[in-house]
């Protein structure tokens, strides 16, 4: 039987989803307590997305693969009440044999969000950016994401590769700004690697050509954005 979950957590205290000795993750909290619901070695669970230290997630999913068959809605609340506050399992669904969480992804939707000033109240979830970044000169830089790059030159994955980027676009919302962004997939930092970088181009600190010649192999001064600001919110199947 494969079951489908859909999970919100709170980044802020787990180093990550994936499961790592002597650390707290998400994926390490939740396989504790599936281990009080089931055998040891008699169940997967496999995640969408690694998302990184600190990083936060509205629409997580994961797969849970086990040979035995499981009322789902019990399965949801069991684990709800094994594991803290800042793990919520918002669904959980029976899927297709062959339903893979991170093989089966079509795509990913992530937001980053950016604070202009400071908060006590969002400062766990935004970046308290220092610089003043001009809103237009960010949406020209989104609209030179779209498409098929290789982002080697924007992430920190040693991998590299090509991802075909299908929305990319900042919102304006109160003191905040979101940058929105939707891919068949990411490399390790990427989007928090762009994000900073549209920052610090489109407040002045560096030049706006800058962003196309990471797309053809020159490399240039890049901003890693704090992790506390990114959200995964959607994963497409």
């Known amino acids: 039987m494969v079951i489908r979950l859909l999970i919100e957590y709170d980044g802020g205290d787990f180093?990550?989803?994936?499961?790592?000795?002597?650390?707290?993750?998400?994926?390490?909290?939740?396989?504790?307590?599936?281990?009080?619901?089931?055998?040891?070695?008699?169940?997967?669970?496999?995640?969408?997305?690694?998302?990184?230290?600190?990083?936060?997630?509205?629409?997580?999913?994961?797969?849970?693969?086990?040979?035995?068959?499981?009322?789902?809605?019990?399965?949801?609340?069991?684990?709800?009440?094994?594991?803290?506050?800042?793990?919520l399992i918002k669904e959980a669904s029976e899927a297709e044999p062959d339903f893979n969480?991170?093989?089966?992804?079509?795509?990913?939707?992530?937001?980053?969000?950016?604070?202009?000033?400071?908060?006590?109240?969002?400062?766990?979830?935004?970046?308290?950016?220092?610089?003043?970044?001009?809103?237009?000169?960010?949406?020209?830089?989104?609209?030179?994401?779209?498409?098929?790059?290789?982002?080697?030159?924007?992430?920190?994955d040693e991998r590299g590769g090509t991802c075909n980027v299908k929305y990319a676009a900042w919102l304006e919302r109160g003191e905040e700004l979101y940058f929105e962004i939707i891919a068949d997939r990411f490399l390790h930092k990427m989007v928090r690697i762009l994000a900073g970088t549209m920052v610090l181009i489109a407040s002045g600190r560096l030049e706006e050509k800058s962003l196309v010649g990471f797309f053809r192999g020159r490399r240039s001064r890049v901003l890693v954005a704090p992790p506390h600001g990114l959200t995964l919110v959607r994963v497409y199947y």
């Not at 669970?45 to 499981?70: C, P």
């Not at 003043?132 to 498409?147: H, Y």
């Open 15 to 87: 180093y990550g989803w994936q499961v790592q000795p002597l650390v707290r993750t998400v994926q390490g909290e939740l396989l504790k307590a599936l281990r009080v619901l089931f055998p040891e070695g008699q169940f997967k669970l496999v995640g969408a997305s690694r998302t990184d230290r600190g990083v936060h997630a509205e629409g997580q999913v994961a797969s849970l693969h086990t040979d035995f068959d499981v009322d789902v809605e019990s399965l949801k609340r069991s684990l709800n009440g094994l594991t803290a506050s800042d793990i």
């Open 101 to 156: 969480a991170r093989y089966s992804a079509k795509g990913k939707l992530y937001r980053y969000r950016v604070l202009l000033g400071k908060s006590p109240l969002l400062r766990r979830f935004a970046w308290e950016c220092p610089f003043e970044p001009d809103l237009e000169a960010l949406n020209r830089l989104a609209s030179e994401a779209l498409g098929e790059h290789d982002f080697s030159l924007l992430s920190t």
